[in-house]
């Protein structure tokens, strides 16, 4: 079984910084693919950025990057120049079949 | 392209009385469709899945139930609605032609009182 764990309850960053969340996961897939979700205080469910495992190059979209560390089963999302906009819960999530494992989320907030 | 579809956004309820929440895809054929509820401030909690018309898994006992009664429509139900069913109820769903991840219907806030 799938698990995906998100070791920082919270993170807090200063306005036009940047904030590195977490991510560890454990799967015997070979094939499986990463993705981060951001959820705002609207509780909808948005997708940040997705990984291919059997990619080596880290994926970036705008500010949002990852750092995936195959060997270490770790997949870490690295947001730049931070926006009041970006506070919200993020989810760590792995794919593998049909079925996501999602991790408990990590609540970040941003001061101006 | 593929929208989700769930509704309502809200719902107020009394203890006891029947629940319906509805999901539909539209732009795609054969979905993977999820039932998931999340408590305030927490994480996703897995409730029912399908992979075809009339399939469902449910991955917890519980007071609720799912149907698939069209290829694109998830229907969550209950018969008798308790406290602790009070949550965010979010459906989504994912093809199985891509590597993608969920797609996210916009939610439902269910108050039981």
């Known amino acids: 079984a799938q698990t995906v764990t998100q070791s920082q309850p919270e993170m807090s960053v200063q306005e036009a910084e940047t904030v590195t969340l977490s991510c560890t996961y454990d799967t015997s897939e070979s094939d499986y693919y990463l993705f981060w979700y951001k959820q705002p205080p609207s509780r909808q469910m948005i997708l940040v950025i997705r990984?291919?495992?059997?990619?080596?190059q880290n994926a970036t979209e705008n500010r949002f990057s990852v750092n995936f560390q195959k060997a270490a089963k770790s997949f870490s999302l690295k947001i730049s120049d931070s926006q009041l906009g970006d506070a919200a819960m993020y989810f760590c999530a792995e794919r593998a079949g049909n079925m996501l494992t999602f991790g408990g989320g990590t609540r970040l907030m941003v001061k101006p | 392209s593929q929208t989700i579809h769930q509704w309502p956004a809200t719902l107020v309820q009394p203890v006891g009385s029947p629940l319906s929440l509805e999901c539909t895809v539209e732009g795609t054929s054969n979905p993977n469709l999820y039932w998931y509820r999340q408590a305030a401030g927490r994480g996703l909690q897995l409730l029912f899945y399908s992979v075809g018309i009339g399939q469902i898994s449910s991955e917890v006992p519980q007071n609720l139930s799912a149907s698939r009664p069209q290829d694109r429509q998830f229907i969550l139900s209950s018969k008798k609605l308790l406290l602790s069913d009070s949550g965010f109820y979010l459906c989504a769903w994912i093809g199985s032609e891509n590597h993608n991840g969920y797609t996210f219907g916009s939610g439902t806030r269910l108050t039981v009182v």
């Open positions: 990984q291919e495992a059997y990619k080596q």
